[in-house]
């Protein structure tokens, strides 16, 4: 792998993690047990897309530079072969809509069911802690983009942060029931927070040309954090240690495939058009 | 003062189109009038996200489902207006939802027909949101001051959601065959639904006069929907697109369309809980609510806990 392939995959990971998340918590729009709280998380949905859409539009600027012959190496999408035949430059959308999940890079974590109100909190807490120590990092990328998503991004996270680390507090030390239902989905999602630190061939080789972060400097202050809030929230931390992986590989769970025929239906039905 | 000058001084401020604010005398029945409509226009809210809501996962490009979910974003918010403006006049949120769930208080009939294709982000844009704004420009000046201040906001947003769904149907409208015959085939859905919701005809809109004496509606039904079909006709041209109506002509003695018959059979038997959707759409809110509810209990008994601890704190600092 060179290192502009490199760079692509590890744009599309940050963008695939933020679709992917995103669209997980836009499926509660309408649907949250209390309408301020519908309201905070579907501002919470747009943030990601937005980290998305930046991400993915990076990364169609790099794809369009390349040789030809390079970007046939890309993807498997028989759409975008085609496209890359006709010569055709790619955008957001055909990265977002026109990829299957073997060529999506996001961790496993992010495409896990919502479940309920805890299983959701659990799984957005994960992910804000790490992106909020991740995107500190990836400000100083050697990648101007990379490193001006991360700045703009971090604002947001920050927020999300905050409320993902006080709704732990308030379940866990809520009722025996909300207490009971934090620990299960703590429980059940904790294998999942292993791959977050995962190393990808991308990873290592934009970490050495600094560009990318090093996720290994992350997962101590991922660790404090989460330490710290699961004891206020009187949550006991799991002690499994087995974690999942795959999804930086593009080997995914059974969940992606129908998150993507939805996500991708009109593109697949009404394909090559202008909405 | 007497009850009678207590009407009296309501009325002179009625007239002189000086707000009731919440702790000023009002009838009972203004008060009632006031909930009902406005607790209505807030469900209808909280209910018309669902439809929509609908095509958030499925939006067809990523700015489109960016300003999807901002739309429907917006819509929970002007719930929340919406309920605050009702809470001043003496009723709970909690209230409210209950006579929701248990089908006492109605929604905008509108919310009950299905959204089946993408361009129905489009029609509902373009035609509901365009009605509503019809329908609620002029409650801006509304007689109650909560519920006036409460639709300024509304009406800003709204006007950006009818443009946004009009774009949708103009992209439709300029793309390729199938595009246009999914543009066509929305409006011919949504049409007759968006003129009804104007309400019934006036000769048979019980509560019009009185609200109107209220100042608390400043057009009657008719006028409204007149006004709606002459702007909208005009915008469906511009984008080469047939409104479903074959009596639709423009009446140049009137200065307006003459529009067909309006078939009030389907209005009423929406309203009575026979339309597509009604049932799913109620059953959604009230799965929402109640598998919330664990989550509200703990919310609640968190922060008890948390203010008994400060005030722990308190007490142990001064001993």
């Known amino acids: ?275 | 003062m007497t009850v009678h000058s207590f009407q009296q001084h309501f009325d002179e401020k009625i007239d002189n189109d000086v707000a009731i604010e919440p702790r000023d005398w009002m009838p009972d029945d203004y008060r009632k009038t006031l909930i009902r409509q406005i607790s209505q226009h807030a469900h209808s809210e909280i209910v018309g996200m669902l439809p929509e809501g609908n095509w958030i996962t499925r939006a067809p490009s990523l700015r489109r489902k960016a300003v999807l979910l901002a739309k429907v974003q917006d819509e929970g918010g002007h719930g929340l207006y919406l309920y605050s403006a009702a809470e001043t006049l003496g009723i709970t949120r909690d209230e409210m939802y209950d006579q929701l769930h248990t089908g006492k208080a109605k929604y905008s009939s509108i919310f009950n027909y299905p959204t089946l294709t993408w361009a129905d982000m489009g029609a509902i844009g373009w035609l509901v949101d365009g009605a509503a704004i019809m329908n609620q420009v002029p409650l801006c000046r509304t007689s109650y001051g909560p519920y006036a201040r409460a639709m300024v906001r509304v009406c800003k947003e709204e006007s950006f959601h009818q443009r946004q769904g009009y774009e949708i149907m103009m992209a439709l409208a300029n793309g390729t065959d199938v595009q246009k015959k999914l543009a066509q085939d929305a409006l011919n859905r949504w049409w007759w639904p968006s003129i009804m919701m104007f309400g019934p005809p006036d000769d048979n809109s019980p509560n019009t006069a009185q609200s109107m004496r209220w100042r608390i509606k400043r057009f009657t039904n008719d006028e409204l929907r007149q006004k709606f079909i002459d702007v909208t006709v005009e915008q469906a041209k511009l984008i080469g697109l047939t409104v479903p109506d074959p009596d639709l002509k423009w009446n140049e003695e009137r200065g307006h369309y003459d529009y067909g018959a309006i078939d009030w059979t389907e209005f009423w038997d929406v309203v009575k809980g026979n339309g597509p959707c009604n049932k799913e759409r109620l059953e959604t809110r009230k799965k929402a609510w109640e598998e919330g509810a664990w989550v509200r209990d703990a919310a609640l008994a968190y922060s008890k806990k948390r203010k008994a601890r400060k005030e722990n704190k308190k007490d142990n600092l001064a001993a």
Request: hydrophobic share 40%; charged share 25%; glycine share 6%.
């Open chain 1, 1 to 275: 792998m060179n290192e502009s392939t490199s760079q692509l995959i590890y744009t599309l990971q940050l963008a695939d993690n933020a679709l992917i998340l995103g669209h997980r918590i836009s499926e509660w729009c309408g649907h949250g047990p209390v309408l301020e709280q519908d309201i905070a998380l579907t501002n919470t949905a747009l943030d990601h897309l937005g980290q998305a859409r930046s991400f993915y539009q990076h990364a169609a600027e790099q794809f369009n530079l390349m040789p030809v012959e390079v970007k046939k190496q890309q993807f498997v999408s028989p759409a975008l072969q085609q496209k890359i035949d006709k010569g055709e430059s790619l955008d957001e959308d055909d990265l977002a809509y026109l990829r299957d999940g073997w060529d999506f890079r996001n961790v496993l974590l992010v495409e896990q069911p919502n479940k309920d109100w805890a299983y959701t909190v659990v799984r957005s807490f994960f992910a804000d802690v790490f992106n909020f120590y991740f995107y500190k990092e990836l400000q100083k990328s050697k990648d101007a983009a990379l490193a001006a998503i991360a700045e703009k991004s971090l604002k947001e996270v920050t927020y999300h942060l905050r409320w993902s680390s006080e709704w732990m507090i308030r379940l866990g030390d809520g009722t025996e029931e909300s207490h009971e239902r934090m620990q299960t989905a703590l429980n059940e999602r904790w294998a999942y927070s292993g791959e977050l630190f995962e190393m990808s061939a991308a990873d290592k080789a934009m970490a050495e040309a600094g560009i990318g972060v090093d996720v290994a400097t992350i997962k101590p202050l991922w660790d404090a954090h989460v330490d710290g809030i699961l004891q206020e929230a009187t949550l006991e931390k799991p002690a499994n240690k087995w974690m999942q992986s795959g999804g930086k590989d593009g080997r995914h769970s059974e969940h992606l495939g129908y998150i993507l025929a939805e996500l991708q239906f009109m593109q697949r039905a009404y394909p090559n058009m202008e909405w």
